[in-house]
C-alpha cells in the first residue's frame, strides 16, 4: 500500500468486437438512407440499443422499399428515445404515406412536445388532421 | 523521559509551520488551486495564516532553538567531529534562522506570495529548517547511544514479517467491517465473500511487498555501512519514499500540479520527514527500550496493543466519515488511510520487541510474497469459475470487486497502488498531459464576437440569468417525478422550455463560468485580463444597452471597466451567497429603477447547495428528512425553491413577467455520494455534467421560436440563444462555440445528433467525451488514473455505468485526442496574430496584496 507495484491486471479482459469502430464511425456519419443495409444489421446486432443505427436502419428500409420494417425499426428506435422529434416526424410522414392519418397524427403532437413550433410538425400534424386524423394528446 | 515529550511538542509547532507553509506554496505553485482557494480566499484562516506567517515562522525558530540549547554550547576539546559540527551547525541554525525571522518580521514574504516563479523555491525553502534540526539530531547523537542500535537487520527480519501481516489483517478487518455496514446491502452473498477474498489478497500483497522491499533495502545498506541499524535506516528510506509517492501520484495531481514541481516538493517532502523522524529517534532516552527478546509476561501483554488498534480502527472511521464530505479529490481520505497504517505498524512492532531473534531467512523473505500474489491473482479466476457455476455475472470479478472499492476507501486505495489497470497508455496520457500543462504553449485570448455583422441594435426584453452553483437536474421536479420540494419551478417550468438534455462544458467553475459567458468552451488560463475580448454576455450588455446587475465571483471582476455595473451584495464573500438574499436585493434595486427606460441583466451565481454550504452545521438538513434523496442538500434546494417563486411573483406584481427572458441552470452538478465521490474538484461524472436548463421567454417570442427539448445542448448555449432571442443573427464561430437553442420557427437548429464533444475539468486532468446526442460519456480521468464509460439515458435520472470494450477504449480515446487538439489548437495557434494579452504582464507584490483584499 505503501508504494506501487505495477502488476498485470488480473481482470479478464472483454472478448473485442471487431467492428465496433467501424460501426460507431457508421453511426456518427454520412447520409442515412445511403448506408448499406446488411452493414447496419450486423452493426445492431453488436449493440441493439444504438438509437442512431436504428435509425439509419429505418431509413435505409425506407429507400430499399420496405415500409413495413422501416416503421417497426423506427418504433423501436422511440421504445429507447421516446423524446427524439426528428425520428418522430420520420415515422409519422411514413406512417402518413401509408394512409395511417390517425397515428401520423399523434407521432406529430408527441414530436411538438420536444420540438414546438417545428415547422416540419405542424404541417404534418395539419395533414393528418385533414385526412381525418386526430392527435390522442 | 519529560525532557523527551517537551522537545517533541517543540518539534511539532516547527514541523506544522514548515509544512503549513511550505503547503501554502505549492497551492500558489498550481495556477488552479491557486484561482480556486488562494486568489478568492476561500478559507479565511488560511490568509489569516498568510497574513501573520512571520510571527508564526519566528515563533517556529524560536521553539527550534530551544530544541537545541545543549548543542549551541561549545564541546570540550578532544569532542568527536561529529559533536564539533553539530554545535557549528546549531550556530548556524541561530544566526541564519534568526535573520531570517527577523527579515520576514520586517517584510513578510507569504502574503506578497503569487502563482509566479516565486512559490516554488518558497515550497522547498520552508521545509530547511525540519532538515536542518534533523542534522543537528544526526550529528549530536551517535548511532550507537541510539537504543535498540545494536542489533542486525536480520536479526528482525521475522519480527518485520509478523508485524506485516498482523497489520495486513488489521486493515482487512477494520475495513471490511466499514464496507458492509456501508456498502449496498443487497446482492449474492457470494460475491461478498469473493470481494472480501480479494480485499484480503490485496491487504497481504501490499503488506507483503512492503516487508520485501524492507528486506531488500536492508540487506543493501548492510552491505555498505554494517549491519548496525540497517533496519532502521531501511524502514526510514521506505519512509521517505512512500510519503514521496503519496504526495506525487495522490495529492498534487488533485491540485494539477505539474510533474517536475511535483516530484521536487515531494521528494524535498519525503526526504525532510523521514530525516526529521530518525533524528528524533536519535533523540531518544536511553531508558526507553525494554527487554527483548524474552518471552511475554503474560496474555494481557498484547491487550494493549489490541486495544489501541480498535482505537485506531474506531477513530480512522470516524475521520474517514468527517472528512468525506468536505474531502478533495480522496487526498484528505487517502492520508488518514496512510496515516492508520503506519500507526497500525508502529504499534505491532512495539507489541511484537518481545519476540525472539531468528536467523535471517530467504525462505521467509520469499513465501509470504509470493503466496499474496498467488492469492491476487487466483480470487479473479476464482470469481469467473463461481460466475459461470452459477451463471450469475454479478459474481464476475470486473462487477463484484469494484463494491468493497467503491464503499470504501482503503481499498480502492489499496487496488489502485497494486493493480495496474491498464487502458490509460502512456501516449494518450502524455498527450493529454501536455495539453492541461503550460507547456503546450502561451494560452492566447481571441477576439471573438457572436452577433453577425448584419444584427442591429435593439430594446430586448430584461434578462434574468440565475446560476445556481452546484445545483443537480434531479433535484428538481422538472427532471425528476420523485421530487416534491419544488413546487414554484415546477410551475415557472410549465410555461417555458425545459431543456432535458443538458450539460456543462466543464466540470466546476472556474471554467464552467467563462464558458457560459462566452459561449465557448475554453481553456485553463482564460479566465484572466483580456477575457473581456470573448466574453459574449458582456458585449450583449453593451450592444443592447442593458444595465448589468451582478452578484458573482468568477466572471465579475474581469468585466471592463466601462462596462455599466450594479454589484448586487459586492461585500458578500463568494461561500456565502444566497440566491434568497441576491434576489431580494434584486428585486429592491428594480423596484427603485422602476423608471429606468433600460432593460435590466441581472446575473446570479449563489452558493447555497455549493458543497462548501451543504457540509456545514454538522451536514444536517435545514427542515427534516428527504427520503432518496441527500437532506442537507435538498432542504436548501426546497428553500431556493421558495425564493425564486416569491421573485416570479414580484415580477409579476411588477409587470416585467411577460417582458422578461428567465433562465435558470447551474454551472455544473454535484457528486453527492455516488461511488463515495463528494462535490465535483476534478472529475466530471454524469452527475456532474448534467445540469438543469429551463428558459421562459415572453409569450409574443415563445409562439415564433421553435427548439428541439431532447437535442444535446450545454450552457455555452446560452450566450448565443439570447442573442438570438433579441433578434441577432449569430456568427457560427466553429464546434467549440454554443449555438441558439431557440430559433424563429421555420430556421434551422445546429444539427448535433452524431458530433462528439468534449468536456473538462476545471482544476483536474480529467476530460470527457460526450456522443450520441449526449447518451454516451466516456471519462479519461488522470487524476485517479482510470477511464469510465457511462450511458444517460435523456429522460432517465440516474446514468448508468457502461463496460468498457477495448474497441469502445479506442474509439473514444481517438476521439478525445482530435477534440482536445481542436481545443488547444484554437486557445494557442488563433491569437499568435492577435496583441498579447495583458495577462502576460508581470505582477508585482503590491498587485497581488491588491488582488486579496475583498472585492468591493
Given at each position: 500500500m505503501l508504494f506501487w507495484l505495477w502488476l498485470p491486471a488480473p481482470f479478464p479482459r472483454p472478448p473485442v468486437l471487431a467492428s465496433a469502430e467501424e460501426c460507431a464511425a457508421l453511426a456518427e456519419g454520412g447520409s442515412p438512407a445511403a448506408k448499406d443495409l446488411r452493414q447496419l444489421q450486423e452493426c445492431i446486432a453488436l449493440d441493439p440499443d444504438d438509437v442512431d443505427l436504428l435509425a439509419d436502419l429505418a431509413a435505409a428500409q425506407e429507400s430499399a422499399g420496405s415500409p413495413e420494417l422501416a416503421v417497426a425499426t423506427y418504433?423501436?428506435?422511440?421504445?429507447?428515445?421516446?423524446?427524439?422529434?426528428?425520428?418522430?416526424?420520420?415515422?409519422?410522414?411514413?406512417?402518413?404515406?401509408?394512409?395511417?392519418?390517425?397515428?401520423?397524427?399523434?407521432?406529430?403532437?408527441?414530436?411538438?412536445?420536444?420540438?414546438?413550433?417545428?415547422?416540419?410538425?405542424?404541417?404534418l400534424l395539419g395533414a393528418a388532421e385533414r385526412a381525418g386524423g386526430k392527435a390522442a394528446q | 523521559m519529560i525532557r523527551y515529550a517537551a522537545l517533541l511538542a517543540l518539534r511539532l509547532v516547527v514541523a506544522a509551520v514548515c509544512v503549513l507553509t511550505a503547503a501554502y506554496a505549492v497551492l500558489n505553485c498550481s495556477p488552479f488551486a491557486f484561482d480556486m482557494f488562494i486568489r478568492p480566499q476561500l478559507f479565511p484562516w488560511v490568509s489569516q495564516f498568510a497574513t501573520w506567517h512571520h510571527l508564526w515562522w519566528a515563533s517556529a525558530y524560536?521553539?527550534?532553538?530551544?530544541?537545541?540549547?545543549?548543542?549551541?554550547?561549545?564541546?570540550?576539546?578532544?569532542?568527536?567531529?561529529?559533536?564539533?559540527?553539530?554545535?557549528?551547525?546549531?550556530?548556524?541554525?541561530?544566526?541564519?534562522?534568526?535573520?531570517?525571522?527577523?527579515?520576514?518580521?520586517?517584510?513578510?514574504?507569504?502574503?506578497?506570495?503569487?502563482?509566479?516563479?516565486?512559490?516554488?523555491?518558497?515550497?522547498?525553502?520552508?521545509?530547511?529548517?525540519?532538515?536542518?534540526?534533523?542534522?543537528?539530531?544526526?550529528?549530536?547523537?551517535?548511532?550507537?547511544?541510539?537504543?535498540?542500535?545494536?542489533?542486525?537487520?536480520?536479526?528482525?527480519?521475522?519480527?518485520v514479517l509478523v508485524a506485516c501481516l498482523v497489520v495486513a489483517g488489521y486493515l482487512w478487518i477494520a475495513h471490511v467491517a466499514r464496507a458492509f455496514v456501508r456498502a449496498e446491502p443487497a446482492g449474492n452473498p457470494l460475491a461478498w465473500v469473493l470481494t472480501s477474498l480479494w480485499t484480503l489478497a490485496l491487504c497481504l500483497c501490499a503488506l507483503t511487498c512492503l516487508y520485501t522491499c524492507w528486506c531488500l533495502v536492508a540487506a543493501l545498506v548492510a552491505s555498505g555501512t554494517g549491519e548496525r541499524s540497517a533496519g532502521r535506516s531501511a524502514a526510514l528510506v521506505l519512509l521517505a519514499g512512500a510519503v514521496c509517492e503519496f504526495l506525487r501520484r495522490a495529492v498534487f495531481p488533485t491540485i494539477a500540479l505539474e510533474p517536475v514541481p511535483a516530484?521536487?516538493?515531494?521528494?524535498?517532502?519525503?526526504?525532510?520527514?523521514?530525516?526529521?523522524?530518525?533524528?528524533?529517534?536519535?533523540?531518544?532516552?536511553?531508558?526507553?527500550?525494554?527487554?527483548?527478546?524474552?518471552?511475554?509476561?503474560?496474555?494481557?501483554?498484547?491487550?494493549?496493543?489490541?486495544?489501541?488498534?480498535?482505537?485506531?480502527?474506531?477513530?480512522?472511521?470516524?475521520g474517514l466519515d468527517r472528512l468525506e464530505r468536505l474531502d478533495w479529490a480522496f487526498a484528505g481520505q487517502k492520508l488518514t488511510v496512510m496515516c492508520e497504517a503506519g500507526l497500525a505498524l508502529l504499534v505491532v512492532w512495539l507489541a511484537t520487541r518481545r519476540l525472539p531473534d531468528r536467523d535471517w531467512s530467504a525462505r521467509a523473505l520469499l513465501v509470504p510474497p509470493a503466496l499474496a500474489l498467488l492469492a491476487v491473482l487466483a480470487t479473479p479466476r476464482l470469481a469467473l469459475v463461481a460466475a459461470a457455476w452459477t451463471g450469475d455475472r454479478a459474481l464476475e470479478p470486473a462487477v463484484a470487486f469494484e463494491r468493497f472499492a467503491a464503499a470504501e476507501i482503503a481499498f480502492r486505495f489499496i487496488s489502485e497502488g497494486v493493480i495496474d489497470r491498464g487502458g490509460v497508455d502512456a501516449d494518450y496520457t502524455r498527450f493529454l498531459r501536455h495539453h492541461a500543462s503550460p507547456q503546450a504553449g502561451p494560452v492566447v485570448i481571441p477576439e471573438v464576437d457572436?452577433?453577425?455583422?448584419?444584427?442591429?441594435?435593439?430594446?430586448?426584453?430584461?434578462?434574468?440569468?440565475?446560476?445556481?452553483?452546484?445545483?443537480?437536474?434531479?433535484?428538481?421536479?422538472?427532471?425528476?417525478?420523485?421530487?416534491?420540494?419544488?413546487?414554484?419551478?415546477?410551475?415557472?417550468?410549465?410555461?417555458?422550455?425545459?431543456?432535458?438534455?443538458?450539460?456543462?462544458?466543464?466540470?466546476?467553475?472556474?471554467?464552467?463560468?467563462?464558458?457560459?459567458?462566452?459561449?465557448?468552451?475554453?481553456?485553463?488560463?482564460?479566465?484572466?485580463?483580456?477575457?473581456?475580448?470573448?466574453?459574449?454576455?458582456?458585449?450583449?450588455?453593451?450592444?443592447?444597452?442593458?444595465?448589468?446587475?451582478?452578484?458573482?465571483?468568477?466572471?465579475?471582476?474581469?468585466?471592463?471597466?466601462?462596462?455599466?455595473?450594479?454589484?448586487?451584495?459586492?461585500?458578500?464573500?463568494?461561500?456565502?451567497?444566497d440566491l434568497c438574499s441576491n434576489l431580494d436585493a434584486l428585486e429592491a434595486h428594480l423596484e427603485s429603477s422602476i423608471e429606468d427606460p433600460r432593460p435590466v441583466f441581472a446575473y446570479m451565481s449563489p452558493m447555497n447547495v455549493h458543497i462548501l454550504n451543504t457540509r456545514r452545521g454538522g451536514q444536517e438538513s435545514l427542515d427534516g428528512e428527504y427520503p432518496?434523496?441527500?437532506?442537507?442538500?435538498?432542504?436548501?434546494?426546497?428553500?431556493?425553491?421558495?425564493?425564486?417563486?416569491?421573485?416570479?411573483?414580484?415580477?409579476?406584481?411588477?409587470?416585467?413577467?411577460?417582458?422578461?427572458?428567465?433562465?435558470?441552470?447551474?454551472?455544473?452538478g454535484d457528486s453527492l455520494g455516488e461511488d463515495q465521490y463528494w462535490g465535483h474538484a476534478t472529475w466530471i461524472f454524469p452527475e456532474v455534467v448534467r445540469i438543469p436548463l429551463v428558459i421562459?421567454?415572453?409569450?409574443?417570442?415563445?409562439?415564433?421560436?421553435?427548439?428541439?427539448?431532447?437535442?444535446?445542448?450545454?450552457?455555452?448555449?446560452?450566450?448565443?440563444?439570447?442573442?438570438?432571442?433579441?433578434?441577432?443573427?449569430?456568427?457560427?464561430?466553429g464546434p467549440l462555440f454554443g449555438a441558439p437553442l431557440l430559433v424563429p420557427a421555420g430556421e434551422a437548429l445546429v444539427d448535433r445528433r452524431r458530433a462528439s464533444f468534449l468536456l473538462t475539468s476545471s482544476y483536474g486532468a480529467a476530460y470527457g467525451l460526450l456522443r450520441r446526442n449526449g447518451r454516451l460519456l466516456y471519462i479519461t480521468d488522470l487524476v485517479e488514473w482510470r477511464e469510465f464509460a457511462y450511458v444517460l439515458p435523456p429522460g432517465a435520472v440516474r446514468a448508468r455505468a457502461w463496460p468498457i470494450t477495448p474497441d469502445l477504449r479506442r474509439l473514444n480515446q481517438a476521439l478525445t485526442r482530435e477534440r482536445v487538439s481542436e481545443l488547444g489548437s484554437f486557445y494557442r495557434a488563433a491569437g499568435r496574430d492577435a496583441a498579447p494579452t495583458a495577462q502576460a504582464r508581470a505582477r508585482t507584490p503590491a498587485d497581488a496584496a491588491d488582488e486579496r483584499r475583498p472585492r468591493p
Open positions: 418504433r423501436r428506435a422511440l421504445t429507447l428515445a421516446s423524446e427524439d422529434g426528428e425520428l418522430r416526424l420520420r415515422l409519422g410522414r411514413l406512417l402518413m404515406r401509408r394512409g395511417e392519418a390517425a397515428e401520423a397524427a399523434d407521432q406529430a403532437a408527441l414530436g411538438l412536445q420536444v420540438q414546438p413550433n417545428r415547422p416540419e410538425l405542424v404541417e | 524560536l521553539a527550534g532553538l530551544v530544541t537545541i540549547v545543549a548543542d549551541l554550547r561549545r564541546p570540550p576539546a578532544g569532542a568527536p567531529g561529529r559533536r564539533v559540527a553539530a554545535h557549528w551547525l546549531s550556530v548556524g541554525y541561530l544566526l541564519v534562522g534568526g535573520a531570517t525571522s527577523a527579515h520576514l518580521v520586517m517584510s513578510p514574504h507569504l502574503p506578497t506570495l503569487w502563482n509566479d516563479a516565486r512559490a516554488l523555491p518558497t515550497a522547498v525553502v520552508a521545509l530547511v529548517p525540519m532538515l536542518w534540526l534533523a542534522i543537528i539530531d544526526h550529528l549530536a547523537r551517535p548511532p550507537a547511544q541510539v537504543p535498540g542500535s545494536d542489533a542486525g537487520w536480520s536479526a528482525r527480519q521475522q519480527r516530484a521536487i516538493v515531494a521528494a524535498t517532502a519525503g526526504i525532510t520527514l523521514a530525516t526529521a523522524c530518525s533524528g528524533l529517534i536519535r533523540r531518544l532516552p536511553a531508558a526507553g527500550a525494554g527487554p527483548r527478546g524474552a518471552p511475554p509476561a503474560s496474555r494481557l501483554a498484547w491487550a494493549g496493543p489490541a486495544v489501541a488498534l480498535l482505537v485506531l480502527a474506531v477513530a480512522t472511521g470516524y457572436l452577433a453577425a455583422p448584419d444584427g442591429q441594435p435593439g430594446r430586448g426584453p430584461h434578462i434574468f440569468l440565475i446560476a445556481i452553483d452546484s445545483l443537480r437536474r434531479d433535484y428538481l421536479s422538472p427532471y425528476n417525478a420523485a421530487v416534491d420540494f419544488t413546487p414554484h419551478i415546477d410551475a415557472f417550468s410549465q410555461g417555458a422550455f425545459v431543456f432535458r438534455n443538458a450539460f456543462t462544458r466543464h466540470g466546476a467553475t472556474q471554467l464552467a463560468a467563462p464558458s457560459l459567458w462566452s459561449g465557448a468552451m475554453v481553456v485553463r488560463n482564460v479566465l484572466a485580463p483580456g477575457f473581456e475580448r470573448m466574453n459574449a454576455l458582456e458585449k450583449l450588455v453593451v450592444r443592447e444597452g442593458y444595465r448589468l446587475a451582478i452578484n458573482d465571483h468568477t466572471v465579475a471582476p474581469l468585466l471592463r471597466p466601462t462596462t455599466p455595473v450594479t454589484r448586487i451584495e459586492p461585500d458578500v464573500l463568494s461561500a456565502d451567497t432518496g434523496f441527500y437532506a442537507p442538500y435538498a432542504s436548501r434546494v426546497r428553500r431556493m425553491d421558495a425564493c425564486f417563486g416569491r421573485f416570479v411573483s414580484s415580477l409579476k406584481r411588477l409587470g416585467l413577467y411577460d417582458r422578461s427572458i428567465i433562465v435558470l441552470t447551474s454551472d455544473h421562459h421567454v415572453p409569450t409574443a417570442l415563445r409562439s415564433r421560436m421553435t427548439t428541439d427539448l431532447a437535442r444535446v445542448a450545454f450552457a455555452s448555449d446560452i450566450a448565443p440563444t439570447l442573442y438570438r432571442l433579441l433578434g441577432l443573427g449569430v456568427r457560427d464561430n
